[in-house]
């Protein structure tokens, strides 16, 4: 039998869309022959509808939709993910249809209530060995723990979390023996280095329970924090057959393999079970926060990105990442395609840039021919720079506390990626204000007496200006603060902050660093050089007193380190101490103790802060978004009774 999965870029309860993408998925696989086709969990509905799956109109809305797709599957077997509500309960199921006809529903049995996910809050669990009915306009399908059958394959269903669970409670251990195959439609979000746990719990899930596993993954930024890589995997008695390239820009990413099931299955040794190369952590940041600003952009219907590019790590990163949208968007969807996508462009404009027809994406890119550009990487490369000016502006903010360091590091990148640059100081808008406080005041601010509130006000100062460009120009702003500034609130509220959305909020800074020079080197960015030179600053105190980040905090290696054991290991601020003064023990443990106590109390006294920050990515194994992974009381002790302990 030919099985497929197919990964699908869907948005939540957009039935037009949802729907197109599924038939779309369904005639590719037709067209390639396959006869059972797994489409990703809640694909239907989208995954994060969040509360609206407690409605009692979205469940019902995805059954009617369901109907439209009964036609489409004559002569193939399609699974479905979608929201069904029985007595006030919604559960999270999986229809399968073949022929024009629902054969039932698998329902979930374990819920993800860890990380990213609250599932509980807007399904119940699905008994195990249980089944109930779903009637609809006189028709009545069965819903609950079922096992399938097509052209004589045996399958039965493990959505996403069930797989997660001990191999002696989750759905597989109750299937094995009773079916050939086990499918697996899934919602799993990004992280970086996941891919590699989603590959170990296939394959071995394939040989412990000694079946084919079918597994398909949602693609793409979804709802706006959470990405899905698309992950599609085919195994067999702990041996790949499929696995595809994750993180594509196509909105259906179909694969699939040839099963003979008539083949009995042999015990497999756990290390017969394929290996895979260690992910590559900077690579998987690109490809992610490429495609997750790419379908933010075009699902939020806005034109492009603002962005204030201060010449430092964080913006410089965030610029990198609009070029790098672009080049790996146009090599894979091609020119033409990638511009029509983006929902940025006209048709006389995709012409004029692309040509009248759209390339393969293996082919070379027609558009304006330059004499000069006889190589088509070139050609490419002068059209990706073309596509980043109509998408990216940027603009530099200087004041009297700005260095040419900065200023030098900003136009270079801008100006090799191709974007718009814009330069002007703020001077006169912050000796205005200054100047109105110091008349109410009756007195004079100085850096002796006043010194967050003089940083502050360079930093708001920037804020109408960058979001006036970013109005007019119908764009999204981008703010550029990462984890470890938000942790420990490093930043200045209603300044840096605003924006519209916050892409690397969910990457700590030393990660940023190196993420930078690996770009330089790795992806061929060598304006990046100059920031890679510089030490992190924020530029609001005076040049002369050469403020860094790391002398107003700590090294970021070890605010990352405490970050991590307080909220990802969850530990007391004395046990993190203890862990430090083993692991740097070379530090003075004085030191150590100086460190942790600013760590926390200034984390406690900005989760505020924290609560107002843009939308981010989550792209690493924790964040700090209390509206996503981390919650924290606005209010609280402040760790006063710990602290004053160490």
Partial sequence: MRIAGAALNQIPFDWTHNLRVIREAIEQAKAAGVELLCLPELCLTGYGCEDLFLSGWLPEQALVHLQQVRPWTEGICVVVGLPVRLQHRTYNTAAVLRDGQILGFAAKQFLANDGVHYEPRFFHPWPAGETTTVTWEGEEWTLGDMIFEHQGVKFGFEICEDAWRPDNIRPACRLQGRVDLIVNPSASHFAMSKTDLRYQLVLRASRNFNCTYLYANLLGNEAGRITYDGEILVARNGHLLQRNQLMSFKEVDLEYADV????????????????????????????????????????????????????????????????????????????????????????????????????????????????????????????????????????????????????????????????????????????????????????????????????????????????????????????????????????????????????????????????LVWAQTELGYPALSHVNNLQPTAELRPLEEKQTDERDLMPYVLLNRIERLAFYNRLSPQQ???????????????????YVKRFYSLWSRNQWKRERYAPSFHLDDYNVDPRSWLRFPILSGGYTEELSKL
């Fill in 260 to 515: 003979d099931f008539t083949v009995p299955l042999e015990p497999v040794a756990l290390d017969a079970i394929d290996p895979l190369p260690a992910p590559d952590e900077y690579r998987e940041l690109n490809q992610a926060l490429s495609l997750a600003l790419f379908d933010y952009m075009r699902k939020a219907r806005s034109r492009g990105f603002v962005l204030s590019l201060s010449g430092g790590a964080d913006s410089c990163l965030c610029a990198v990442s609009v070029a790098e949208m672009v080049r790996l968007g146009t090599t894979e969807l091609g020119t033409a395609e990638f511009m029509r996508r983006s929902g940025c462009f006209t048709a006389e404009e995709i012409e004029a840039i692309a040509g009248p027809v759209a390339p393969a994406p293996d082919q070379s890119m027609p558009g304006p021919k330059d004499a000069s550009l006889t190589d088509p990487d070139q050609q490419q490369r002068a059209i990706n720079k073309q596509l980043t000016r109509r998408l990216l502006t940027c603009a530099y903010q200087g004041t009297v506390n700005s260095s040419d360091d900065t200023f030098n590091s900003a136009k270079e990148l801008a100006d090799s990626i191709g974007a718009v640059f814009y330069n002007w100081e703020i001077d006169q808008e912050v000796t205005g204000y200054v100047g109105k406080i110091q008349h109410a005041l009756n007195r004079e601010l100085s850096w002796k007496t006043d010194d967050l509130a003089l940083q502050n006000i360079q930093a708001r100062v920037r804020a109408p200006a960058i979001w006036l460009l970013a109005n007019v120009q119908n764009c999204l702003l981008i703010t550029t603060s990462n984890r470890s500034e938000a942790s420990v609130g490093y930043c200045t509220m209603d300044g840096d902050t605003a924006g519209s959305i916050s892409p690397i909020g969910g990457v700590d800074k030393d990660f940023v660093k190196k993420w």
């Fill in 576 to 594: 993190v101490l203890a862990t430090l003064m083993q692991e740097e023990s070379a530090t003075d443990p004085e030191l150590l103790k100086t």
